[in-house]
């Protein structure tokens, strides 16, 4: 939480911010991914009408699973910001940014730029090949062609030829 009162007394002036933000766990695609605790870092400052414009930056640990071989896995989330939280605008607004009383909640701020900057998918490692099949005391990558027995369209490889498959 910013302590935003004597930011809105002196508009136009710069105050520096250093905070750690908790975040809840969040189910994306079907994986629950957690958070360390957020930090924060920047300016904020109070325009004439009380909206605060917060500047800086976040980095945050997020942990979650590998989309290939499902092991755990994490991932540094860092990102800039610079936004308006409206004085006393509408909290329930998706589009925007608000707060009321003396205090601007940072929750939904970092939330949002953490989302906005985590990766498409976790990978324990580059490079990694996802779930093995052991066959004959050697990890072998799971592939179609391995499995041609269970692949539903098996009876085209034949019409195909070997080169194609």
Not at 87 to 97: K, S, T, W
Not at 123 to 147: F, H, I, M, S
């Amino acid at each position: 939480m910013l302590d935003v009162a004597e930011c809105t007394r002196n508009p136009g002036t710069q105050y520096r911010f250093e905070e750690e933000q908790a975040i809840a766990p969040q189910r994306i695609t079907g994986d629950e991914i957690t958070f360390d605790p957020v930090r924060m870092q920047g300016y904020f400052e109070a325009d004439e009408d009380g909206n605060v414009t917060v500047d800086g930056s976040l980095a945050v640990l997020a942990h979650g699973h590998c989309a290939n071989c499902l092991s755990e896995t994490e991932s540094m989330v860092e990102g800039s910001f610079r936004e308006t939280f409206m004085r006393d605008g509408d909290p329930e607004d998706d589009e925007i940014f608000s707060y009321s009383g003396h205090e601007v909640s940072l929750e939904k701020l970092a939330l949002t730029y953490i989302m906005l900057n985590l990766p498409m998918r976790f990978l324990c490692r580059e490079g990694c090949v996802g779930l093995l099949t052991y066959a004959q005391g050697q990890a072998e990558p799971l592939t179609q062609k391995d499995e041609s027995g269970r692949f539903p369209f098996a009876g085209l490889k034949d019409l195909l030829g070997e080169d194609h498959v």
